[in-house]
């Protein structure tokens, strides 16, 4: 699993895809959060907009990713 350091309370789903780097633009990150290809925990997740706190797992394209404060 790998962790994604933030510095705010918590980051929205697009987001965290963006500042990882997973996709190239917000517009992929909203086809492909709301074609069903991302999973919060356990569950499908098609809101782009969904907070992740730290402690959250997030799996995209068969890789696990959290996010974790900044010291």
């Known amino acids: 699993m790998e962790t994604i350091i933030i510095k705010t309370e918590f980051i929205k789903l697009q987001d965290l895809l963006k500042f990882a780097n997973l996709v190239e633009s917000g517009g992929e990150a909203k086809e492909r959060i709301q074609s069903g290809e991302v999973t919060v925990g356990d569950e499908v997740c098609t809101q ?6 730290p402690g959250d797992d997030v799996c995209f394209q068969g890789k696990h990713y959290t996010v974790a404060y900044a010291d």
Do not use: L, P, T
Not at 48 to 53: T, Y
């Open 48 to 53: 782009r907009g969904k907070k992740i706190r």
